[in-house]
T-cell receptor, first 117, second 106 residues
Framework: DADVTQTPRNRITKTGKRIMLECSQTKGHDRMYWYRQDPGLGLRLIYYSFDVKDINKGEISDGYSVSRQAQAKFSLSLESAIPNQTALYFC????????????????FGPGTRLTVL | KNEVEQSPQNLTAQEGEFITINCSYSVGISALHWLQQHPGGGIVSLFMLSSGKKKHGRLIATINIQEKHSSLHITASHPRDSAVYICAVIGNQFYFGTGTSLTVIP
């Protein structure tokens, strides 16, 4: 079984709808991340969490919110979806480690392809 | 302004060729990460390195901290190596390159 899972894998929705993307991990990692990927652009960080009580905004958090329900679960919500949020969304995890150490290696989920019409 | 630049953006090679993908960065980092993204979209970690060189099978990654440069080499390339290769650096946050799309032709 995959260590980092995302649901749904594909979603088509309409403008204005509220959407939740879910991420679960069995790696036991404290750190979890949400990224979006757009054609021609690198991965961009939306939100990250270093533990259940720690939530931080990333580079492009506007229009998104997150919830860290447990160490293993990190959900991303689009409160009112708009077409420019059409993208591939990735969840990732990493261990808590010393800066520069291998603990910063990230493990990615399979991605969720979201289309907002 | 891109903190991480990869070259080339696209690369086509014949099976068996030696391939090099380059990554240059402009920020201070504690480590550099090479990732592989398959045509279906999934991303897997290839290497994490902060100095020197690492080898895994036909893949070799090197980093020169002073020059702020890393290379990913693939020896004896194979069509199954066709993917997008992404360089990411870890400074005060993660910075990702836009990727190098590699196609290996049989």
């Amino acid at each position: 079984d995959a260590d980092v899972t995302q649901t749904p894998r594909n979603r088509i929705t309409k403008t204005g709808k509220r959407i939740m993307l879910e991420c679960s991990q069995t790696k036991g990692h404290d750190r979890m991340y949400w990224y979006r990927q757009d054609p021609g652009l690198g991965l961009r960080l939306i939100y990250y969490s270093f533990d259940v009580k720690d939530i931080n905004k990333g580079e492009i958090s506007d229009g998104y919110s997150v919830s860290r329900q447990a160490q293993a679960k990190f959900s991303l919500s689009l409160e009112s979806a708009i077409p420019n949020q059409t993208a591939l969304y990735f969840c990732a995890t990493s261990v808590v480690g010393l800066a520069g150490g291998s603990g910063n290696e990230q493990f990615f989920g399979p991605g969720t392809r979201l289309t907002v019409l | 302004k891109n903190e991480v630049e990869q070259s080339p953006q696209n690369l086509t090679a014949q099976e068996g060729e030696f391939i090099t993908i380059n990554c240059s960065y402009s920020v201070g980092i504690s480590a550099l990460h090479w990732l592989q993204q398959h045509p279906g979209g999934g991303i897997v970690s290839l290497f994490m390195l902060s100095s020197g060189k690492k080898k895994h099978g036909r893949l070799i990654a090197t980093i020169n901290i002073q020059e702020k440069h890393s290379s990913l080499h693939i020896t004896a390339s194979h069509p199954r190596d066709s993917a997008v290769y992404i360089c990411a650096v870890i400074g005060n946050q993660f910075y990702f390159g836009t990727g190098t799309s590699l196609t290996v032709i049989p």
